[in-house]
């Protein structure tokens, strides 16, 4: 008070002008800034071409998005790789998950720092991943790894055990301090290396941990327990059989929403009014509302499962072993305050921001170019959007199937079981077991049919 | 606090914040020359524990097992090297508390790199005994099931790798608790066995570990104040 009785009104009035012309100039910009077209927009593109099975152009979608708009260059690999997996190019699909893995790793830490995510909104960080996609950017390595020389499909399946464990440790060790903990676990990883550790014929104690694993981490995965039991006292194969798997990824999978958090909206607007009524400056008034992204799971797919016949003789139904919508729900679910948390301090930022331009600018409360700057806050709050930037082709669930084979050449029909309980388009293969060993096959199908190829690989 | 104090404190905020944005995640790696510090695993079993157990095991079983640098051969003059135990070492079983993830097949070829370097034994190629077990569908822990050994041997026979004993490579562990900290006791036990006559030989190493909390329990454990 005794500061701004010092002030002479001459002052007040020289001051006020160029405050006001710099609260339009930087409520302009960051217009600008964000007026951007959303991931969101680009991603039902995507999407949408690629349920088609139009694999061109989905990438040709991707492709331009990647040159447009570095900050999204990441998070559209990842849209990539699961682009060329279907188009039968493990080898770059595998190339574009570890280099996103990598990425995301460099920024992991970084995200919190970040100044300019807290003067407009976190679309202009890059983005580091969810820890979801963390975990699923390693399972899809060891996967996609399988389909090729499969050299370090094992490695990429530790990866992603030690990855989720580090996650949720590095949030604290406290029950009740750390969300982290209700985390559910990727049962695909261990599920692969117990296959793996099984076809070495020596390995059984290896397999065993694994599928203990499987067994808590995916109860509902009813192969789980009889894979556990072969492990504990059975064999990979009789002589002279192998051992056909055959994956599925199913279904269309968690994407971003933005959502309007209104108990925080309202809170703001509560302590907007609180601090304008007793302080010397008014606050801008609290219009635009906390938005929010938020992890959803997409409606129930068209396909339940895929139906395994071979030689013309029906053997199986693929059985979840992961079902990534319920997995990206619920991590996010758990991590969803600390968005909120952050949504609201970048919301306070501004604010106090605003408040502390009128102060240093010396403006009487009321005053004119008071309420420009109030207005220019308003604006600049307006321009915040969620960050929807997610991984938008990953699947619904992943599946899969065990068969045990004669060795030889066998013909293999692939046919989606649909909800409605009849069978989708059906896809034939050749494929060959060798005696002893385990041969793979990966099959997209997030419709009512397979997109792209049907990768067949005997590492 | 007043709207010039919470100005202020916004713009210290906004400072500390740019100063953070700085950092980047950055990871930074050394290679560990012999002799420098090695890493020790503070939740589980590393370098540490598996090492000095290899060592141990592998150079007390082999020295019970040493032939006489010559041999003399009764009808005439000349001195011939001593056979070489063939042995196949069938592999690692993990049985500790703990997952050992890519160390299991380090130690298997830790032990396999020494039992090749002693001199006195000649080991079988793991990809062969990968091979007849494969071809045989036997379980490493089912070869003492007389019909199944008898199918191995002669499997290993026919690939030109016949062999006199087998060899076992277990890991186990034991679990103290006391309060938040804890003591594992890790084992690693070899064993040889005369496929001929069933004769076994067993040798077995130990490292303890202590696991704690903080750097305060694990001073305390270490005896200090008391302890030089």
Same mark, same amino acid.
Not at chain 1, 19 to 33: K, P, R
Not at chain 1, 382 to 388: K, V
């Given at each position: ?122 679309? %202009? ?52 301090? !750390? ?29 065993? %941990? ?5 067994? !808590?981490? $995916? ?91 071979? !030689? ?18 619920? $991590? ?84 989606? $079981? ?42 | ?192 066995? !005369? ?34």
């Amino acid at each position: 008070m005794e500061r701004e009785c010092c002030l002479s009104h001459s002052h007040v009035v020289r001051s006020a002008a160029p405050a006001a012309a710099a609260g339009v100039f930087v409520a302009a910009g960051l217009i600008c800034l964000s007026g951007c077209a959303s991931h969101a927009d680009r991603l039902a593109q995507v999407r949408s071409a690629y349920f088609a099975n139009d694999l061109s152009a989905a990438n040709a979608i991707l492709d331009a998005g990647i040159k447009a708009d570095p900050r999204e260059a990441d998070v559209l690999k990842l849209e990539q790789a699961i682009v060329s997996l279907s188009a039968g190019q493990p080898q770059q699909a595998e190339k574009l998950l570890r280099e996103v893995r990598d990425r995301f790793d460099e920024l992991e830490g970084t995200q919190l720092a970040n100044t300019a995510s807290y003067l407009t909104d976190d679309q %202009r960080r890059a983005y580091a991943g969810e820890d979801y996609e963390k975990i699923l950017i390693r399972a899809l390595l060891a996967l996609t790894n399988l389909m090729h020389d499969g050299g370090d499909a094992e490695a990429f399946s530790l990866q992603t055990i030690a990855k989720q464990e580090e996650i949720i440790s590095a949030a604290g060790t406290e029950q009740e301090k !750390n969300p982290k903990l209700a985390y559910q676990r990727v049962a695909l990883a261990p599920y692969l290396r117990g296959i793996l550790r099984e076809a070495t014929h020596l390995d059984y104690d290896d397999a065993e %941990r694994s599928y203990v694993a499987v067994v !808590n981490w $995916q109860p509902g995965f009813r192969p789980g327990p009889y894979d556990l039991e072969r492990a504990a006292r059975g064999t990979h194969s009789a002589p002279g059989n192998g051992v056909l798997y055959v994956f599925a990824l199913t279904g269309r999978g968690p994407y971003k929403q933005e959502v309007v958090e209104v108990p925080s909206s309202a809170a703001l607007l509560i302590a907007g009014e609180i601090v304008s009524a007793v302080g010397s400056q008014t606050v801008p008034p609290n219009v635009a509302p906390v938005k929010v992204p938020r992890v959803v799971r997409p409606p129930p797919g068209a396909t339940q499962s895929v139906a395994i016949t071979v !030689n013309g003789q029906p053997v199986g139904t693929t059985e979840t072993i992961t079902d990534v919508s319920d997995l990206a729900v619920r $991590q996010y679910e758990a991590v969803f305050p600390q968005v909120v948390a952050r949504a609201v301090a970048r919301r306070v930022v501004k604010k106090g921001a605003v408040v502390g331009a009128k102060e240093m600018s010396g403006l009487d409360k009321g005053s004119l170019a008071g309420f420009a700057l109030d207005m220019a806050g308003v604006a600049w709050e307006a321009t915040e959007s969620a960050d929807t930037r997610c991984w938008g082709l990953l699947p619904d669930k992943i599946q899969v199937l065990r068969v045990e084979l004669p060795a030889g050449e066998h013909d293999l029909a692939l046919a989606p $079981q649909l909800v409605a309980g009849r069978p989708g388009l059906a896809r034939n293969e050749r494929i060959s077991i060798v005696n002893g060993r385990n041969t793979y096959v990966l099959a997209v199908v997030p419709d009512t049919a397979v997109v792209g190829q049907v990768l067949v690989s005997t590492p | 606090m007043s709207l010039e104090k919470l100005a202020r404190f916004a713009a210290g905020v906004s400072l500390l914040v740019l100063i953070a944005a700085g950092c980047r995640g950055t990871q930074y790696a050394r290679v560990i020359q012999p002799g420098q510090t090695e890493m020790v695993g503070s939740h589980a079993a590393g370098q540490e524990t598996f090492r000095p157990l290899i060592d141990e095991a592998v150079v007390k079983l082999l020295a019970r097992h040493e032939s006489p640098t010559h041999m003399q051969v009764s009808t005439g003059p000349e001195l011939l090297p001593p056979p070489k135990m063939r042995l196949c070492f069938v592999g690692v079983e993990n049985k500790t508390a703990e997952e050992i993830g890519d160390f299991k097949e380090q130690i298997y070829e830790s032990i396999d790199s020494r039992l090749l370097e002693c001199g006195t034994c000649a080991p079988i190629s793991r990809r062969y005994v990968e091979a007849g077990l494969m071809q045989t569908r036997i379980r490493p822990s089912d070869l003492f099931v007389p019909d199944n050994m008898r199918t191995f041997v002669a499997i290993m026979e026919q690939q030109g790798q016949p062999f006199d004993y087998l060899l076992f490579a277990k890991l186990t562990s034991g679990t103290t608790q006391e309060n938040k900290n804890y003591q594992r006791d890790y084992m690693l036990t070899l064993e040889l066995i !005369n496929v001929q006559t069933g004769e076994q030989d067993k040798q077995s190493a130990m490292i303890s570990k202590g696991y704690h909390q903080s750097w305060i329990g694990k001073t305390w454990a270490q005896g200090w104040p008391w302890s030089k």
